[in-house]
Every structure is written in structure tokens, then in C-alpha cells.
């Protein structure tokens, strides 16, 4: 019975985090949007514009459903809740504290790509199901996007796997600081097992992880339509793209959706490259700042921290970089993170057989 | 040919990146309301640059063409202005007055009523060729500028302070006095 109730509690408690992250996150995009084009952003709504999200969320709740006449009714209101969910289900096997982890899943990361590609076939019933020649457009570009990015972060994720020997997320991060039942290396020479911090993350255990890292967060932002990767949603081209005809609380869950996205792969990020939950602080002789500062709560701290520190440097580059070309965006992909994560690959190989052995 | 590309343009998004992350630190200073006439006005490049237009307002010159206004004491009626206008947007009636009213602040002698005396607020074009030729210098341009309605028709502004009575019976004085005169004419 208790076991029931902790797998309710679970997925409400993620679903609250994910909503008020949402709130928040909105928020954030659009003040970083206005400091870093010299405005203000939303000031009127509360003190600052605090609550401007709220606002704007209790506008959807209100707003009545409107199928357009000549939509596919079935796949129209069932897309928002496929592409939810796809997103939703990511949550399940990350970890966010030491083996405070939703499901202790041996495949986590192959589980987790799995499922977050069904995202790919929830745009498309959005864009088919809208019968709009945008929405249409847009969720044809979603797909040859979201496709061709898989495989660069399938890549990175296997070139860091290859590294970990684990494809479980929680024994990923046990293998990242202080806790590691295994010998830490940094980039390979220097032995970090006892002294941890930010010597011990992934990304600096070998020098080719950082390179891995950075095609994971070039790719990743791909995967989750951002920009400078917006353009299934290119307003100026195609309205709204794939949701287009979305309004009310559908449209809340496509925009929770594209947000939970972007928290999904930045704590995927940080689990498999940047430590978790453990600290970037290091035991220096006496000082045992590693150990002091890892467990439950500080777990909680790291990990939700380094994941916003991740959201806002996409949110930096959003309102940074340009939207790619269609051209471009494939020549990003399939001629150079590609061929990058390949080398990458065999880098991890060769690196796991020479020096980690 | 790739790989060229490529390094250029992770090495102009560094650089834009670091521009805008310049903007998003340099977001906690706030340009504050400065004068135009300010010899430093065009220094300020650095902060945010929106006024919180109704809360915060930006010193304007103090002489600049805003909307017109009405001292109708030292009005002569003399219908200058209205003809000055380019897009006909002054409307003023008359009402001749058998003696002279009164004097306006200047010494000129007041011989009309002025029955009607409305400036369409949405035509005019601010060229302030009124005020040129006003004789009293009773047309003005004032310092306001952000008067707003919700009808049109609030855009005409009066200036005329007689009542519906007082213009009737100015207009009896005068057909009287016409029709007194007329009948000492043909006497």
C-alpha cells in the first residue's frame, strides 16, 4: 500500500515541479529576453511583472476548446497529450539526488531516448491533425529535425556510455564525485576518487567529453525546438508551426511540453556530463567540502541548480543567435556533429581500452 | 570548405553571445530621463532604454509644438487663425456687438462675440502657422501632448465660454440693433 501511494505521489510531485518550473521558466525567458535587447520586460502584473505567468496560465484555463471544423478531431485533441506525456515519462528514470531516482532503471538513458522520440510522432499528429498548411509544414520540419538530431545526441549519450559502462542514470552519477565505487580519473592522470568536486565530473574525465558535451547541447537544443533550432515553430514563416491551431489549455500543454523539454535535457545533460548531484566543490586536505556538501538535500540543490544554470544558457543563446536555415540546420547535423560524435565515439574506445582500463 | 564555415560561425556566435550576455549584466543600470537638449543625450548608450511612459515621463523642451490653447479673454475673433489653418480644423463663430465689449490684455479693443470657437484636435497637424498670425497672441502652443479619448468627438476642443442663452441673446441684441438701424435709414 505504501508502495501504491509513494507511485502516485511520484509522478504529482514531478508534474507540480514541472508546472511551477514552467511558470518560472517563462518568466525568465521573457525578462532575459528584454535585459538583453535593453527593455524591461513584463512590469505591469505584480511587483516586476511577477506574476504575469500566473495571469497568462489562468487566460488559458479559461479559454474554451476550438477543434477547427475540418480537423481530424481524434488526432487533434490527442497530439498535446502524446507529446506531454512523451516528455512526462523522460522524468521517470532521472535522478535527482543520491538514489532518490523515480524508477532505478537498468537501461535509463536507452529508456529515455525511446520515449522522448514518441515526442517526434505527437508534433506530427499536431501538425497532420490540424489540417492547417502550416501547422502541416511545421511538423514536417519538427520531424526531419528531430530525426536527423537524434543520432548526434544517441551518439554523444554512447560515447559518454562508453566511458561510464552503465546505461543506468543513477550509477552514471555515482560514477561522478566523491561516492564512486569505482577509481576517478581526471582526464585521465590524476586520480580524483577521494578529492571529487568538479574534478570528477564526466565532462572533465577525459578531454574529448567536453567536445561530447557540447554536441549533446548543440543537439539537444535541436531536439526540443529551440532556438536557434525554431523552425518547426517559425512565426515569421509559418504562424505558430504545429501549433498553430492550438488554444486553451491544449496550447498550455504543448507550451508545458516544449518547457519540461528543455529542463528534460539540461538534467540530462548535467546527470551524464556534469555530475548531478554532486558538487563542483572538492575536498581540499582537511576542508571536506565534497563531503560536506553532498546527500539528500544538497543532491536536490546541485542538480536542480546546475539544470537551471543549463536552461539559462539556452535561454541566452535563444535570444542570441538568428534562426538557422532548413539547409544549414541539416549541414549542422549530418555533415559535421555527426562525423564529430563518430570520432568522438571511437576516441571513447580507444580511451576506455588505453588509459582507463 | 565545411570546416571554415563551421569555425566562423561558432567563433561570430561566441561573439554575439558575449555582446548580448554585455546587455544582460549591463540590464541593472536603467537610462534615466534625460533631455534631448542635454549635450550628453547621445553618450548615453549603456542600460535599459524604456520610460515607463504614464509613470515616468521625459523632460521635453520648453518651447516645441504641442497642442493648442485658448486664452479666449484676449481673443478678438478675428478669424486669422482659422484661415491660417492648412487643414481647416479651427471652426469660429461670430457675433457682432453693436460697442465695443471690453479690451483684451494687449490694449486691442473687443468688438465680436466669439459664439464658437473649436479646434478638432485629431486634425490638426501641429504647424503652429496659428499662432503666427493670432494679432493677441492669444492662440498658444501648450506643453501637453498626451491627451486620449475614447470618443472622436472628444478631440474637438471648445474654447468658447457663452452659454446657449447668452449666445441667443447676443444675437436678438444684434438683429435688434441691425433692424433699429435699419429703420433710422429709412426714416
Known amino acids: 500500500m505504501a508502495e501504491l501511494i509513494i507511485h502516485i505521489i511520484t509522478p504529482v510531485a514531478i508534474f507540480i515541479f514541472i508546472a511551477c518550473f514552467t511558470l518560472f521558466a517563462v518568466y525568465a525567458e521573457r525578462k532575459i529576453a528584454g535585459f538583453v535587447q535593453d527593455r524591461l520586460g513584463p512590469m505591469e502584473t505584480g511587483k516586476y511583472g511577477l506574476t504575469q505567468t500566473i495571469a497568462d496560465i489562468l487566460k488559458l484555463l479559461q479559454k474554451e476548446f476550438i477543434t ?12 498535446p497529450i502524446v507529446i506531454f506525456v512523451a516528455v512526462f515519462i523522460g522524468f521517470s528514470v532521472v535522478p535527482w539526488a543520491p538514489d532518490f531516482v523515480p524508477a532505478h532503471l537498468h537501461t535509463g538513458i536507452f529508456f529515455l531516448m525511446a520515449v522522448v522520440s514518441i515526442d517526434a510522432i505527437g508534433i506530427l499528429m499536431a501538425g497532420w491533425g490540424s489540417n492547417n498548411k502550416y501547422s502541416l509544414l511545421g511538423a514536417i520540419r519538427a520531424i526531419a529535425q528531430m530525426v536527423s538530431y537524434e543520432i548526434p545526441v544517441g551518439l ?3 560515447a559518454a556510455v562508453m566511458i561510464t559502462q552503465t546505461l543506468n542514470l543513477n550509477d552514471i552519477a555515482y560514477l561522478q564525485g566523491v561516492k564512486s565505487p569505482e577509481q576517478i580519473y581526471f582526464m585521465g592522470f590524476w586520480n580524483v576518487t577521494d578529492i571529487g568536486g568538479i574534478f570528477a565530473w564526466h565532462v572533465f574525465q577525459a578531454p574529448h567529453l567536453l567536445v561530447v558535451y557540447i554536441i549533446f547541447f548543440i543537439a539537444s537544443l535541436a531536439e526540443c525546438n529551440r532556438a536557434p533550432f525554431d523552425i518547426p515553430e517559425a512565426e515569421s514563416e509559418l504562424i505558430g508551426g504545429f501549433h498553430t491551431e492550438y488554444g486553451g489549455i491544449r496550447f498550455a500543454f504543448l507550451f508545458l511540453a516544449e518547457y519540461a523539454m528543455m529542463f528534460l535535457v539540461a538534467i540530462l545533460g548535467t546527470v551524464i556530463f556534469l555530475g548531478a548531484w554532486n558538487t563542483p566543490l572538492p575536498n581540499i586536505g582537511v576542508l571536506r567540502f565534497a563531503d560536506w556538501t553532498t546527500g539528500l538535500g544538497w543532491g536536490l540543490f546541485w542538480t536542480v541548480s546546475k539544470s537551471l544554470f543549463i536552461v539559462g544558457i539556452q535561454m541566452w543563446i535563444r535570444w542570441t543567435l538568428p534562426r538557422f536555415r532548413a539547409d544549414q540546420l541539416m549541414t549542422l547535423c549530418w555533415k559535421i556533429l555527426i562525423p564529430l560524435s563518430f570520432l568522438c565515439l571511437a576516441i571513447s574506445g580507444l580511451w576506455r581500452i588505453m588509459v582507463m582500463i | 570548405m565545411v570546416l571554415k564555415t563551421t569555425i566562423k560561425g561558432f567563433s561570430t556566435a561566441v561573439k554575439g553571445l558575449l555582446l548580448t550576455v554585455k546587455h544582460l549584466f549591463g540590464a541593472r543600470r536603467s537610462r534615466q530621463a534625460y533631455n534631448i537638449q ?9 542600460g535599459i532604454t524604456t520610460v515607463q ?8 523642451p520648453e518651447v516645441a509644438r504641442y497642442q493648442l490653447e485658448v486664452d479666449i479673454d484676449d481673443c478678438i475673433v478675428c478669424d486669422l487663425c482659422a484661415k491660417a489653418c492648412p487643414v481647416d480644423c479651427i471652426d469660429i463663430q461670430a457675433i457682432r456687438s453693436s460697442e465695443a465689449i471690453g479690451h483684451t490684455s494687449d490694449g486691442s479693443v473687443k468688438r465680436l462675440y466669439a459664439a464658437k470657437f473649436d479646434i478638432d484636435m485629431a486634425k490638426c497637424m501641429y504647424c503652429g502657422l496659428c499662432t503666427v498670425v493670432c494679432p493677441t497672441e492669444c492662440i498658444t502652443m501648450s506643453d501637453k501632448y498626451d491627451r486620449s479619448s475614447q470618443k472622436l468627438t472628444d478631440l474637438i476642443y471648445g474654447f468658447s465660454e457663452m452659454s446657449d442663452a447668452e449666445i441667443e441673446q447676443r444675437k436678438q441684441e444684434w438683429s435688434i440693433f441691425q433692424a433699429e438701424k435699419e429703420a433710422a435709414k429709412n426714416k
Open chain 1, 68 to 79: 477547427p471544423s475540418k480537423a481530424d478531431s481524434i488526432l487533434f485533441a490527442a497530439a
Open chain 1, 156 to 158: 554523444s549519450l554512447i
Open chain 2, 38 to 46: 542635454d549635450k550628453n543625450y547621445f553618450d548615453l548608450q549603456e
Open chain 2, 53 to 60: 511612459y504614464p509613470k515616468q515621463k521625459m523632460p521635453i
